[in-house]
């Protein structure tokens, strides 16, 4: 009919049916997406793993001091009440390990049909789990305590000089990966990694065993002129209770073969003979004696040394162990003082330390002949205490470049002094191996120089002029951003190295610690089954 107005809704629907009206469309649309929002907002932007940590913990300032850090964890955490019960052994019980066995397998079998990303996202998507080992205190709490209570009252030194005590916070990961994993969940930011109580459910397990503090402080047959105890520390030790609970009933110290036995004895140990296992042995002098015994763990070091000097052949390699920076001995300098120290970096190459070192170390005493005197460079007779310490940062910070050649061992303290310094490391080590360098690029941070161009006459010198100003500056930029990977603290923080350790690090080594663990429980005792490490060839950054 002309002139009639017809609804739309009333309009036939060319397909059969009737048309709904664009508003009510419009209407429906516009709740669905409120309804969304709404969803969107009550509900977290990731999964909280751990509803029950402080929220207040981001806002808390790190510690990053291993002093002060352990004066807090000791006396506002040591066990004044028994510990959380889990189930290590503390006998061997034949048994126990085919039971622990059968328990992993209905874990794993039972993960495999039912994740679908499983194993290939077992460490990176979810967390990894690890069983912390309940050691009797004498492998731990005493030694943290001993290390306190002589730490003020010992002027202890090694035969060439060294700060006893300097050199255990230098290599005290062991403390720091420790005390984060065994912390509260409400006091931890690292989601990346939990502890279980219960063997079967661990991915990998921790040996909590200070090596580097019993090498220094304990074992008897080590006091010898290299790293003899000074009257001091013994005198302390022997006026103390503390030194009584340190012996067994027979009235010896406690020795490596002790925590060796311990550790052996359970059942994850002679399930995968140790291969799920970590152990820190970040002096390269710790754990010596009873290396060979566990050398199918995963090592936490500070290098890898191919020369034989520190480590046999077959001990250590890239594909099993795990290099860990050293704790710096110096303040980061973070943004801030990065810009702030930009326009009084005068000195071209600083170095301070040691001159004489053993072994690869020596070509110290040859750089410092060719560069001594020469204008722009500064080097230094390294020099304990806060003296020492003081006068190294305010170097650092006063310095474009920052020489770092080897020390007794291929690594140094002194590489990581210069980069949360602001400095840019001038490697001269061609044996060096770095730590979490899967991921991080050293290039970006770093100078990289074989052993026979910097023992060229001018040729160090030359080489860093020619670095443009631009160049420079990039790299100092990258310093800031790579510096907190490499700062450990408390609570362990996101990016910081016990951070790398896990997410980075561990996750991609499980799947190969699950193949060699079911391989040595099949394998005949005939078969040529066992997997070394003896013909890799070290990397060398020279030719």
């Not at 062991?174 to 931890?188: K, V």
């Not at 046999?312 to 795990?322: A, I």
């Amino acid at each position: 009919m002309a002139g009639k107005y017809v609804a739309s809704s009333s309009l036939p629907n060319p397909r059969g049916g009737s048309t709904r009206s664009p508003i009510l469309l419009l209407t429906f649309s516009l709740l669905s997406l409120s309804l969304l929002l709404f969803l969107f907002s009550i509900l977290p932007s990731h999964p909280n793993p751990n509803p029950n940590r402080n929220p207040n913990l981001n806002t808390l300032l790190p510690e990053s001091s291993f002093v002060a850090s352990l004066e807090h964890f000791l006396i506002s955490k040591s066990p004044r009440s028994p510990p959380i019960r889990d189930d290590t052994v503390g006998s061997d019980d034949p048994e126990a390990v085919k039971k622990l066995d059968d328990l992993v397998w209905q874990r794993e079998i039972r993960r495999v049909y039912e994740d679908p990303y499983y194993p290939a996202a077992s460490g990176v998507t979810s967390a990894i789990r690890v069983y912390v080992y309940e050691m009797p205190a004498k492998f731990t709490y005493d030694l943290l305590w001993l290390f306190r209570n002589t730490y003020k009252e010992t002027s202890n030194r090694t035969s060439n000089g060294s700060p006893v005590h300097r050199l255990i916070e230098q290599h005290s990961i062991d403390y720091w990966l420790w005390a984060d994993l065994i912390a509260p969940e409400s006091e931890r930011l690292l989601t990346n990694v939990v502890r279980v109580h219960r063997q079967e459910e661990a991915d990998l397990f921790y040996i909590p065993f200070f090596t580097t503090i019993s090498f220094f402080l304990l074992e008897p047959e080590q006091w010898k002129p290299l790293y003899r105890v000074g009257p001091s520390l013994m005198c302390f030790m022997l006026r103390t209770s503390l030194m009584h609970s340190l012996f067994d009933h027979n009235e010896r110290l406690i020795t490596y073969g002790e925590a060796l036995k311990w550790v052996t004895d359970q059942p994850a140990w002679k399930r995968s003979g140790g291969r799920d296992h970590i152990l820190p042995v970040h002096h390269p002098w710790s754990f010596k004696t009873v290396r060979k015994s566990m050398k199918n763990a995963i090592w936490l070091l500070p290098d890898m040394d191919s020369t034989g000097n520190w480590y046999k052949p077959g001990q250590v390699s890239l594909e099993k162990d795990l290099i860990l920076p050293y704790v710096p001995n110096v303040d980061l300098c973070a943004a801030k003082c990065s810009s702030e120290s930009e326009s009084k970096r005068k000195t071209l190459l600083f170095f301070r330390g040691r001159l004489k070192r053993n072994a690869g170390g020596k070509i110290r005493a040859k750089l410092m002949a060719e560069l001594s005197g020469a204008d722009g460079v500064v080097i230094e007779e390294g020099t304990a205490g806060e003296g020492g310490k003081e006068a190294a940062q305010r170097g650092m910070r006063k310095s474009i470049f920052c020489l770092s050649p080897a020390g007794d061992t291929p690594s140094s303290a002194r590489l990581f002094d210069a980069i949360v310094s602001g400095c840019i490391p001038v490697i001269v080590s061609d044996e060096l191996e770095l730590p979490f360098e899967g991921i991080l690029d050293y290039r970006k941070i770093a100078l990289f120089v074989s052993s026979s161009d910097a023992m060229q006459p001018g040729w160090l010198l030359t080489f860093l002029k020619s670095i443009s100003p631009a160049q420079i500056k990039e790299m100092q930029r990258n310093l800031v951003k790579y510096s907190r990977h490499f700062v450990y603290s408390s609570p362990a923080q996101l990016l910081g190295p016990e951070d790398f350790v896990w997410r980075m690090q561990m996750a991609g080594k499980l799947m190969n610690i699950k193949l060699h663990t079911r391989r040595l429980q099949r394998v005949v005792r005939e078969s040529r089954r066992l997997c070394t490490c003896d013909c890799k060839r070290a990397n060398f950054t020279g030719p």
